[in-house]
């Protein structure tokens, strides 16, 4: 039976529903399986999803009843307009992070050197870097996954 980017849409967000974010949950994992965005999604919701994208999504639908992180299930976390890739392996960045970089930025001066231990995905250093002016770091971690 072929399927449609709508009603597999549909059918994710019933499975999640317990949650908060079920529709914004359901959405990027469409997104991630089928390669596309939110815009592709809303300009041509009749297009096919083919049968292995829908077991594939089914799949990853599965994880996140579980409760498995969102970010975990795609790889990916957005952390101050930058994408990350987060694992099991690394804490995911938030709010409580993002305003730790706000301050660190606050107290940096151009031409700074930061040294960042145990970086994980590497998000408070390279976000220093790319909002900072002329500034130089290193990112070291204990744990070879991250």
């Known amino acids: 039976m072929a399927y449609t980017y709508r009603e597999v849409y549909q059918e994710g967000t019933a499975m999640l529903d317990f949650l ?4 914004i949950d359901a959405r990027r994992l469409l997104e991630h399986v ?3 965005t ?8 009749d297009r096919p999803v083919s049968p292995g994208e829908y077991e594939k999504y089914l799949e990853l639908i599965s994880r996140r009843q579980q409760r498995e992180p ?3 299930i ?3 976390q957005e952390f101050m307009g930058l994408p990350f890739r987060v694992s099991p392996h690394v804490l995911i960045p938030g ?3 993002e305003n730790l970089v706000e301050e660190a930025m606050r107290e940096l001066t151009d031409g700074s050197r930061i040294l960042d231990l145990c970086t994980g995905s590497g998000c408070i250093l ?4 790319q909002y900072s002016n002329s500034n130089s770091g290193v ?3 204990l744990s070879r996954e991250a």
């Open 74 to 76: 795609v790889g990916e």
């Open 34 to 36: 089928c390669g596309t």
């Open 70 to 72: 969102l970010a975990y």
């Open 126 to 129: 390279l976000s220093l870097l």
């Open 139 to 141: 990112g070291t971690d």
């Open 38 to 45: 939110v815009q592709t999604l809303l300009a041509d919701p």
């Open 95 to 97: 709010q409580d992070t």
């Open 20 to 23: 908060p974010d079920a529709r």
